[in-house]
């Protein structure tokens, strides 16, 4: 059997249309002749053509890639069956709506040989369909969150104490028989909007003393749709964000006894503020600014009830 240097990991749910994108893209990577590597598609339950599409592509690529389809719902199920089926000491991941640098895979391998490390993170550069929003504020102090997709640490390759984006990251297929899986009640299923499953799983990394590396030149473009560059969809990415914090705690006793009617008044206490701040704020990016805040914080409250009413 050939030893697999790297498993590349394509999760897909309903966007064949981006998919088709994503894996010619692949086509075009540039990789030393003795250097070799797989390519996983894992279909999650996708309900349009998705299927045809990835098994013409396979059928028809030089590529060595094979489709998977995983029927349990959810990001971090899907990411979990890749890990399953993948072959390589690598596992690199991103998903079906980037295309890539032709030396990106090149540049991540090239990272863990030169780096002790447990995981790379790459760089993310944001494509918009037009102009980037005129309410985005993606510098400075009142910087919003990355729902663009962009994770741009610099141009020289260091060790991070921040997680990856999933959108591009790869770990040595060992940390995962060594620290679990990603946790399934965390991360996007379907069309509902949670997260954080890249951090919590990184937090066992860190806590057990493992190191992440940045590389700025294993690059990947991040290719937005009309939907994700509404502020309605920011709202609510930032609502499930806030209720992800909080599903992070609640597997530890030390989280669930953070929880308690102290927290949720601590909790009014933030959304009243972000709420009065939107509302007295004049300059639109600003006022925005506010709002994704009260979302979040409405996020967490909420979430916060249903764990202690779980209890």
């Given at each position: 059997?050939?030893?697999?240097?790297?498993?590349?990991?394509?999760?897909?749910?309903?966007?064949?249309?981006?998919?088709?994108?994503?894996?010619?893209?692949?086509?075009?990577?540039?990789?030393?002749?003795?250097?070799?590597?797989?390519?996983?598609?894992?279909?999650?339950?996708?309900?349009?053509?998705?299927?045809?599409?990835?098994?013409?592509?396979?059928?028809?690529?030089?590529?060595?890639?094979?489709?998977?389809?995983?029927?349990?719902?959810?990001?971090?199920?899907?990411?979990?069956r890749?890990?399953?089926?993948?072959?390589?000491?690598?596992?690199?991941?991103?998903?079906?709506?980037?295309?890539?640098?032709?030396?990106?895979l090149?540049?991540?391998?090239?990272?863990?040989?030169?780096?002790?490390?447990?995981?790379?993170?790459?760089?993310?550069?944001?494509?918009?369909?037009?102009?980037?929003?005129?309410?985005?504020?993606?510098?400075?102090?009142?910087?919003?969150?990355?729902?663009?997709?962009?994770?741009?640490?610099?141009?020289?390759?260091?060790?991070?104490?921040?997680h990856?984006?999933?959108?591009n990251m790869?770990?040595?297929?060992?940390?995962?028989?060594?620290?679990?899986?990603?946790?399934?009640?965390?991360?996007?299923?379907?069309?509902?909007?949670?997260?954080?499953?890249?951090?919590?799983?990184?937090?066992?990394?860190?806590?057990?003393?493992?190191?992440?590396?940045?590389?700025?030149?294993?690059?990947?473009?991040?290719?937005?749709?009309?939907?994700?560059?509404?502020?309605?969809?920011?709202?609510?990415?930032?609502?499930?964000?806030?209720?992800?914090?909080?599903?992070?705690?609640?597997?530890?006793?030390?989280?669930?006894?953070r929880?308690?009617?102290?927290?949720?008044?601590?909790?009014?206490?933030?959304?009243?503020?972000?709420?009065?701040?939107?509302?007295?704020?004049?300059?639109?990016?600003?006022?925005?600014?506010?709002?994704?805040?009260?979302?979040?914080?409405?996020?967490?409250?909420?979430?916060?009830?249903?764990?202690?009413?779980?209890?």
């Amino acid at each position: 059997m050939i030893r697999m240097n790297a498993s590349v990991i394509i999760c897909t749910y309903n966007r064949s249309h981006s998919l088709l994108n994503t894996l010619e893209s692949l086509e075009k990577i540039a990789m030393p002749e003795n250097w070799v590597w797989e390519l996983i598609i894992v279909d999650n339950d996708s309900s349009d053509d998705t299927k045809m599409v990835a098994e013409t592509f396979v059928s028809g690529t030089n590529l060595n890639a094979r489709y998977v389809f995983e029927e349990r719902q959810g990001l971090s199920s899907a990411r979990n069956r890749g890990i399953k089926e993948a072959t390589g000491d690598i596992v690199a991941f991103s998903d079906d709506d980037m295309t890539f640098d032709s030396h990106w895979l090149f540049e991540i391998l090239a990272a863990f040989e030169k780096c002790p490390c447990i995981c790379v993170a790459g760089k993310i550069i944001p494509r918009w369909p037009e102009e980037k929003p005129t309410w985005l504020i993606d510098e400075g102090p009142s910087q919003m969150p990355a729902f663009d997709g962009r994770f741009d640490l610099g141009d020289q390759i260091l060790e991070i104490d921040k997680h990856p984006f999933g959108g591009n990251m790869a770990y040595k297929k060992s940390a995962f028989s060594k620290y679990g899986l990603f946790r399934t009640d965390l991360g996007r299923t379907g069309n509902h909007l949670m997260a954080n499953e890249e951090t919590e799983f990184c937090d066992r990394l860190f806590a057990a003393g493992e190191k992440i590396v940045y590389s700025p030149r294993a690059v990947v473009y991040h290719h937005l749709e009309d939907g994700q560059t509404t502020k309605a969809y920011w709202l609510k990415r930032m609502f499930n964000h806030g209720r992800s914090a909080i599903r992070m705690k609640d597997q530890s006793k030390s989280g669930l006894h953070r929880l308690s009617v102290f927290s949720l008044l601590k909790q009014s206490y933030r959304i009243l503020e972000n709420v009065f701040r939107w509302l007295l704020t004049f300059d639109h990016r600003m006022r925005f600014f506010h709002k994704l805040r009260m979302y979040r914080s409405l996020g967490v409250f909420t979430e916060s009830i249903k764990v202690l009413m779980q209890r």
